[in-house]
């Protein structure tokens, strides 16, 4: 166990990423039981999905270049559009995990999205999960493979501007449902960035959890200089720190989750019960075993 300074937690420090994956994509058999199955009489398993008071559907978004499903749930029925985004990168899944929390905790409080409709992409990197690497099947970073006009022709950028499928599957969603702001969920960098009209939002964010707003500027071929940049949309890049990897499901939650919710309900205010009230964070602490 290493201690977090910042926080007070106590974390794991032995990864092992195929056991992460391993629960990572019993997330993904249990959506895709729902695809297959419907919300009649589903496995227990989809209790999550199942029980919600807001409308819930998934769809297949596209495909990797393994040809993995890229799984979208879309959750509420409201005018305005968010879009949150993890695992763009195969080696920062801390926000698979978030994305699935954040949408329980929307189906235990229906009432949040109302006037909101939340598309979840919790795994936009299928391949990438797969192997535990940053880049997709092709050795192409996607975040540096979007059709900006500061993409770089480099090998890591692929051979073209949206060459890979990946990339062309979130340009899709972003076309089709306009969304009013995205959320992007990355490691290893510990802040708040911010791309296009985002810099209030980043604000806004960052007051709900340890992340400062840091203006690292907008990357070349990244979804940062796409879609906020160019698209004006703003973007936010909610980048945890490099221990986010191993902590465990509830710490992430605790720690970022009231932000996670921030993002979505902006500029409405969470609710003063959620999250990061002190005795929450005594009883998570409580949860953590001692260092050895």
Known sequence: ??????????????????????????????????????CASPPPPVS???????????????????????????????EEIILLIASIHGDEIAGTPLAYSLLNYFRNNPHLLEGRTVFFLPLANPDGVAAYSR??????????NFPSANRQDKKRSGDFPS??????????????YRPARIISIHEPMNCIDYDGPGESLAAFISDYCYLPVKKIGAMPGSLGSYAGAELGIPVITMELPEEATVMDTEILWQLY???????VLYP????????????????????IPEAK
């Open 1 to 38: 166990m290493i201690f977090h300074k910042k926080t007070g937690y106590w974390i794991k420090n032995k990864f092992r990423p195929g056991i992460y994956i391993q629960h990572i994509y019993f997330f993904q058999i249990v959506i895709i039981q729902l695809l297959l199955w419907g």
């Open 48 to 78: 999550v999905i199942q029980k919600a008071e807001i409308p819930v559907s998934v769809f297949i978004a596209g495909y990797s270049v393994q040809n993995r499903p890229i799984l979208c749930i879309r959750a509420g029925s409201g």
């Open 135 to 144: 880049f997709n099947r092709r050795n192409v970073d996607l975040n540096r």
């Open 163 to 176: 060459s890979e499928p990946e990339t062309r599957t979130i340009m899709q969603l972003i076309r089709t």
């Open 257 to 263: 989750g009231k932000a996670l919710l921030a993002s």
């Open 268 to 287: 409405q205010k969470p609710e003063h019960s959620f999250v990061r009230t002190e005795m929450n964070e005594k009883n998570a602490r409580g949860k």
